[in-house]
């Protein structure tokens, strides 16, 4: 397969890969929601069994008033009852209808909330599906991003470069690839530094341009990059079987270039 077939390949797989994470993502908050689906049907079932009670209760209450009618009408006409066992009478039905009022309140309070809890749990549930909405979306733009930093580019001889990191981070995704071999360096001016089978020397930077000049030696000769932009993949061939080696340089300061060799497989 040839050298473009496996960047291609390599692309291909990492495009899968994030394809692949945001299915998972997306199967993961789809569980949570039919979690939280299955709680709210559970908590309106407790709301509706309050409810179920709340009336029974009313019910008993209404009652218990029917009832301390009937028994002060009875007491009234009841020929012989005094009048303290009438009063005995009339409190011990008016505790009864006090306990009734208590334990009505108490289930309304239940109900209220339980049904708040509903409430809260279904605003939870909107708010996590807007948080996945933005995981995903987010992820989508990663990949964007991710795919933008594996483009080539024309390096200064004319020849179609591999893929082109800009700063360490994109290396580290060149090197995880496998396509070639890639060597980080950083260069001081006028200091000669072995990198790979070569040999580089720093001549002149310009920070503000972004701009550097370096000397390469290879096969004992010496080519000079000069007046190069960061970023821009400077090309040379060398060794017995002429191979193509590339150079790109991130960063540019007042006495220092840093950046990357890249050189075939073999």
Do not use: C, W
Not at 142 to 167: C, F, P, Y
Not at 180 to 196: A, G, I, M, W
């Amino acid at each position: 397969m040839s050298e473009e077939g496996q960047v291609q390949s390599g692309s291909d797989l990492i495009l899968k890969i994030a394809l692949g994470v945001v299915g998972v993502v997306t199967i993961i908050l789809l569980f949570v929601v039919v979690n939280l689906r299955g709680r709210v049907a559970e908590l309106e079932g407790t709301a509706k069994n309050a409810a179920a009670a709340q009336k029974q209760l009313e019910e008993r209450l209404h009652a218990t008033n029917a009832d301390l009618r009937n028994t002060a009408q009875a007491l009234g006409s009841k020929v012989g009852m005094t009048e303290e066992q009438l009063a005995a009478r009339t409190a011990e039905l008016r505790r009864q209808q006090e306990a009734s009022a208590r334990a009505l309140s108490a289930e309304q309070k239940k109900t209220e909330a339980a049904l708040s809890g509903v409430s809260s749990e279904v605003s939870g549930v909107k708010s996590e599906l807007g948080g996945a909405k933005s995981d995903i979306a987010s992820t989508k733009t990663d990949l964007e991003a991710t795919k933008s930093k594996l483009e080539k580019t024309i390096g200064d001889l004319g020849v179609q470069s591999g893929l082109v990191a800009r700063n360490h981070d994109e290396l580290e995704i060149l090197k995880h690839k496998g396509d070639r071999n890639y060597y980080e360096f950083t260069l001081k001016k006028k200091s000669r530094q072995p990198v790979s089978t070569i040999a580089l020397e720093l001549k002149k930077t310009d920070p503000k341009k972004s701009k550097f000049t370096l000397n390469v030696m290879a096969d004992d000769k010496t080519i000079e990059k000069k007046d190069r932009t960061a970023s821009e993949p400077l090309q040379f061939y060398t060794g017995r079987d002429h191979s193509l080696y590339e150079l790109v340089i991130f960063t540019v300061t007042k006495d220092t270039v840093s950046g990357y060799l890249s050189t075939p497989k073999q």
